[in-house]
């Protein structure tokens, strides 16, 4: 019997006789002859001898007993197989068949024949011994080995088989890759390589048998130090990678198993030496920012991949050359600096003595403090007027200028404007009082003074109590008497922060300061005493600019003591009787009628009146002259002849008992004032109102119309009294028109008027979204999303305030309608969000919010029996993450490990619970790396790795070789889980 693999086979010798006609030797070379079973005979198409016993037997029953044919040689066989199988196995004529077991003597082989001979049915004629004889009967042999032709074969159940397969030899090593070096061919044997510190390691592993899968495959490396991670990754579909970085010198064994048999080529030994070669082109720049002076500037130079060297920074400025520190974690350098005055920087950074690049770095510094902003703008301002100032930077260094300005309840718009001689023109308009707050920053930085507070007012929202001043008349005079008090009350209130002030002018052009006495609640009272007589101007001045109607006239006449006018006598002829062309006298005695003066006016029943006139201070002409005796008056009076006269009719009157009528006022169309909402805008079909106030305008109507390109609008006036009326209109079609306004149809300043006809926004329409309204956090912008595309036109305002500063809100428009609302407190507490639209607050508005602390990592704690190494069989996968004191954050667990080999299960018992209960159950052996985040930064500890092994023996030793929670795996999937706290 030969063994052949795995199998037994029987097989017989041959012996044939030679071309001489003599018996030949057995088929015997060295090595031992080949013997082909049966069944490659038929399969290989030999072409047999009729009596050859492959045509005896079928091809089953034979090969299970082992039947075979053998070759002369081997090259014969080999012949055989070349010609495709075409070959015979012997010319010769079988005389004879040797059925034989494995034995290597040939003295053996005759007693095996023998019994296979029986085995096969066939009745021996001949010993063992016998046919052993050289001199043996050659027709008694011939005569056993024609009973060979007919034999009764005794079928036999086949042995079983039992497969053996030597995994190790189903995978071997083709070739092992040093980085930078590349391939070194694989060999049958162990390997001896030389490796370099910081250079991966790869070895080529090929799959012989489609029987082995990757899952069969695992390798183990043995480190000089720390334990190394190594990772298989598969290639292709038979080509597998086994690869590995030397993190420290020393010999690396690398074993590669194939269901625990070593394959072939392995174990790998590398040897790795330290990485003497500088690669300054390696050499990355993490980051150059710009910074301020006396500033401390941070950038990091990473030379992790660089090689052996060392670094040298030269930070200069012409002869100016900055100090530099160095700090230095695991093959990246942070360069601190400092700079003392702004410009432009060159960076040299050298690697091993080498330039990293031919054209070196710059760093821009700037100095904020050089940028000076001066102007009106910053102190004082207008509602609805622009106001102005200017910055210049000279000095400050490479920068952006950045401007915003807050109102008490807006943010108004600002343009910058930047002029040829380097400087910026800021304008802004207000459109409200108040404390407005204006942030000037160069490159993020407040320049000099900011942030600035100018007080934002109105002149013209300040009231007079009553509508007019007391003692105005029907011309709009004040008339009062010398020495005696006067008084004026006004209300502030609605028209800013300011100061009210006043003067008046005297007759003699004496400038006097009026006092004002301000109370808290924004009303202002002028007193002042009437020193002369005559005309006077009273200036009232809100933060030093004219209140309306200021100028106001005042007329100031002697004081006189009281008239009895029953005293006044009148005597002479002429008081009775008068006669054409004669002079006519009579007299007028008020000496006991106390003090005034005696005024004539004569009617006359004819339009036409004496060529001589005498004007007095009245205008009227008088056709009586008076002639004064004392406090006596003598009149006499003549008429032309050339004036028809039919009657005259003369009275007289005593310090102005009887009032002559006033001559024609002066009309001042200019003077008239036109305030409401409705003279800018107005809502479709809704009653909409304005005031036209002409009260020193003069006397006169106003003239009003309201055209549009469709259509015009009624517009009905109602008076109000004091030449104050109030005009209301409804207009049906949207869209714009013009206000023309005339006042004794003279045109009002500024007509005409645009005045735009829109529906009004309706607020309440207006949403506001985000975590933000939840939470938010100091010193972190978070963002809105304001939603205003059901509440027609309008203006977005907001302002949030904090227990004691102002949160920076910035408004974007995202042009659909919405809006994003960034809002960066700059302290901790209760914070209060107004956001309005139209002047209306939105729905929710104000929004009290909730600014937590800045998140800080280390005040997380992580632990558990889920931290640390254990058995698989009794593993528990549990651990806390505990977030008290940590601030506001969001949390993240993110768990690498085997494929499949674990799920993740993590909860928090209620919202305002800040413990995370975090469980894992691992069903495979391996390595775990748990990193834990908070607000993306690693808490004290992580990434922890956790060790998974069968044995308690191997957990001692994972204890011993991995005491700390360093080690991080890669190249494993990841389960995980975010939680915001």
């Not at 015009?712 to 209301?728: F, M």
């Amino acid at each position: 019997m030969m063994k052949q693999g795995n199998y037994d086979i029987e097989y017989a010798e041959i012996r044939g006789r030679g071309s001489n006609g003599k018996t030949g030797k057995p088929v015997s070379t060295s090595p031992a002859p080949r013997v082909i079973p049966i069944s490659d005979m038929y399969r290989q198409g030999y072409s047999e001898p009729k009596d050859s016993l492959a045509d005896k037997y079928p091809e089953d029953d034979y090969f299970k007993e082992g039947g075979g044919v053998a070759f002369t040689s081997y090259n014969h066989y080999n012949n055989h197989k070349s010609n495709g199988g075409s070959t015979t196995p012997s010319k010769s004529v079988y005389t004879s068949h040797h059925i034989r077991k494995t034995k290597t003597t040939s003295s053996s082989y005759t007693p095996n024949g023998i019994e296979a001979g029986s085995r096969l049915g066939i009745k021996p004629n001949i010993t063992a011994e016998q046919l052993a004889d050289p001199d043996v009967d050659d027709l008694q042999v011939m005569a056993y080995a024609a009973s060979f032709q007919h034999p009764k074969m005794k079928i036999k159940e086949p042995p079983k088989v039992i497969e053996v397969i030597r995994w190790g030899e189903l995978v071997k090593v083709t070739a092992v890759t040093l980085e930078n070096q590349g391939d070194i061919e694989g060999t049958y044997g162990p390997m001896n390589i030389d490796g370099v510190v910081n250079q991966k390691v790869s070895l080529g592993l090929m799959v012989l048998d489609n029987r082995v899968a990757s899952a069969d495959i695992t390798a183990e490396l043995d480190s000089p130090g720390k334990p190394t991670q190594i990772n298989l990754r598969k290639v292709s579909g038979n080509q597998i990678e086994a690869s590995f970085m030397p993190t420290e010198e020393g010999v690396y064994k690398v074993s590669v198993f194939c269901k625990g048999e070593v394959i072939t080529g392995c174990p790998v030994r590398v040897t790795a030496a330290p990485d003497n070669a500088s690669m300054p082109q390696s050499v990355r720049v993490v980051s150059v920012p710009s910074a301020a002076v006396d500033e401390d500037l941070q950038f990091q130079v990473d030379v992790s991949e660089a090689g052996k060297g060392d670094i040298d920074v030269e930070i200069t400025k012409g002869r100016v050359q900055l100090p530099v520190r160095f700090t230095h974690d695991k093959g990246v350098y942070t360069i601190h600096t400092k700079a003392k005055e702004a410009g432009t920087y060159v960076v040299h950074i050298r690697w091993d003595g080498e330039p990293i690049t031919d054209d070196p770095m710059k760093i821009d510094i700037f100095d904020p403090s050089k940028c000076r902003a001066t102007g009106d703008g910053l102190a004082d301002a207008k509602e609805d007027v622009t106001a102005l100032f200017l910055v210049d930077p000279k000095g400050a260094g490479k920068g952006e200028l950045n401007v915003m300005v807050e109102g008490p309840n807006s943010i108004a718009k600002c343009n910058i404007d930047h002029n040829s001689n380097g400087t910026y023109a800021v304008t802004y308009t207000p459109v409200e009082v108040g404390l407005y707050t204006v942030k000037v920053t160069w490159n993020e930085r407040h320049i000099t003074g900011s942030p600035f507070h100018p007080r934002v007012t109105d002149s013209r929202k300040v009231r007079i109590l009553g509508g007019v001043p007391p003692g105005t008349d029907i011309d709009g005079i004040i008339r009062s008497d010398v020495g005696k008090a006067y008084s004026l009350e006004t209300s502030t209130a609605e028209a800013g922060p300011g100061k009210l002030t006043a003067m008046v002018k005297t007759p003699s052009g004496k400038r006097q300061a009026v006092p004002v006495e301000t109370q808290a609640d924004g009303s202002a009272t002028l007193n002042f005493i009437v020193k002369e007589e005559g005309e006077h101007e009273l200036h009232i001045f809100f933060a030093e600019s004219p209140i309306k109607g200021s100028p106001f006239r005042l007329i100031a006449k002697p004081r006189v003591l009281p008239v009895d006018h029953n005293k006044v006598t009148i005597m002479g002829e002429g008081a009775r009787l008068a006669k054409v062309y004669r002079q006519s006298e009579f007299t007028v005695d008020g000496s006991l009628a106390g003090p005034g003066r005696e005024t004539d006016s004569y009617h006359y029943s004819s339009s036409t009146y004496p060529e001589s006139y005498d004007y007095s201070s009245s205008t009227y002409p008088r056709t009586a002259v008076s002639k004064h005796h004392s406090s006596k008056h003598h009149h006499s009076s003549s008429s032309s002849s050339s004036q028809k006269v039919s009657k005259a009719n003369a009275s007289s009157t005593y310090s102005g008992s009887k009032t002559l009528p006033n001559p024609k006022t002066h009309i001042d169309a200019s003077k008239v004032l036109v305030f409401g909402r409705a003279a800018r805008s107005a809502e479709p079909h809704k009653k909409n109102e304005f005031t036209i106030d002409g009260m020193y305008a003069g006397p006169g109507t106003p003239g009003v119309r309201m055209s549009g390109i469709k259509t015009d609008i009624e517009i009905q006036l109602i008076p109000q009294g004091n030449n104050v009326y109030k005009a209301v209109y409804v207009p049906e079609l949207p869209g714009a028109y013009l206000l023309h306004l005339t006042w004794s149809d003279r045109q009002v300043q500024g007509s005409p008027f645009k005045v735009t006809v829109a529906a009004r926004p309706n607020a309440d329409k207006v949403t506001a979204s985000g975590n933000a309204l939840k939470m938010l956090v100091a010193h972190q912008t978070s963002r809105l999303i304001i939603d205003s595309r059901e509440a027609g036109s309008g203006e977005l305002t907001a302002r949030c305030m904090g227990p004691t500063k102002m949160a920076e809100v910035h408004i974007g428009d995202n042009r659909d309608g919405t809006y994003s609302l960034l809002i960066g407190p700059a302290e901790a507490g209760k914070h209060v969000l107004e956001v309005k639209y139209g002047g209306e607050h939105i729905q929710g508005s104000p929004f009290h919010l909730r600014v937590a602390s800045a998140p800080d990592p280390k005040q997380v704690r992580c632990f558990g029996p889920g931290l640390e190494h254990g058995i698989l069989a009794t593993f528990n996968g549990r651990f806390i993450c505990e977030t008290r004191g940590a601030g506001a954050g969001q949390l993240k667990v993110r768990i690498h490990g085997p494929k499949g080999a674990f799920k993740v299960q993590m909860k928090r018992n209620d919202n305002k619970d800040r413990t995370i209960d975090v469980r894992y159950n691992p069903v495979e052996n391996g390595d775990y790396t748990i990193q834990v985040k908070w607000s993306d930064q690693h808490v004290t500890g992580s990434p922890f790795l956790v060790k998974i092994v069968d044995t308690q023996e191997d957990l001692k030793q994972v204890q011993k070789d991995f005491p700390t929670h360093t080690y991080r795996q890669n190249g494993h999937v990841e389960n995980g889980w975010v939680e915001d706290i």
